[in-house]
């Protein structure tokens, strides 16, 4: 019966990466666990296994996503260093999803933890919007509180035209930092 169970796991995560490659947006684990009829937490468990076996999945605010494979175009990544209030970040991330790029992360230097580095993974409005929903309904406090406003993103488009665009926009609306 144990041999079964570790079947069915395996098989399930067959499942749950095959779901995460082929879907173009990401996905909750509880949306993974009602398809599988597993809990939420086996979902955890079962994405740790994958990611353990160096399957390239994400874990974002939106949910899980799969990167894509090397073989894919290659993408063009900028750092950038960023400076606003709080209620200035829902334009900054407009502005540069605006212009086709993606925001993987940010980072910050914190005095105490050193760098510090969280998921952002959006791509859209739509996203933005979600996530900046999550800080408000989770009264989560955004990186950038812990350090005055400074921080860093790393940002992702399919050229660097996109990313001289985003960031010179970002330098019109006085929140490059260069």
């Given at each position: 019966m144990n041999q079964d169970k570790k079947v069915l796991g395996a098989e399930r995560r067959e499942l749950l990466l095959h779901w995460l490659q082929t879907e173009n947006k990401p996905l909750t684990g509880g949306e993974l666990a009602s398809r599988?009829?597993?809990?939420?937490?086996?979902?955890?468990?079962?994405?740790?296994?994958?990611?353990?076996?160096?399957?390239?999945?994400?874990?974002?605010?939106?949910?899980?996503?799969?990167?894509?494979?090397?073989?894919?175009?290659?993408?063009?990544e900028r750092i950038i260093v960023s400076f606003h209030t709080p209620e200035q970040t829902k334009e900054e991330l407009y502005i540069i999803v605006d212009h086709g790029v993606t925001i993987k992360d940010v980072k910050i230097e914190h005095p105490v933890y050193g760098d510090l580095t969280a998921s952002v993974m959006v791509s859209t409005r739509t996203e933005v919007d979600d996530f900046i929903q999550k800080i408000q309904e989770t009264k989560a406090a955004y990186l950038s509180q812990l350090t005055d406003g400074t921080?860093?993103?790393?940002?992702?488009?399919?050229?660097?035209?996109?990313?001289?665009?985003?960031?010179?926009?970002?330098?019109?609306?006085?929140?490059?930092?260069?």
């Open positions: 599988t009829n597993v809990s939420r937490q086996v979902i955890v468990q079962d994405i740790s296994l994958l990611k353990a076996k160096n399957e390239p999945i994400l874990a974002t605010s939106q949910g899980y996503v799969f990167l894509r494979s090397p073989g894919e175009k290659k993408k063009q921080h860093l993103h790393t940002l992702e488009a399919d050229s660097e035209e996109k990313l001289n665009a985003a960031c010179s926009a970002l330098k019109k609306a006085g929140m490059l930092l260069e």
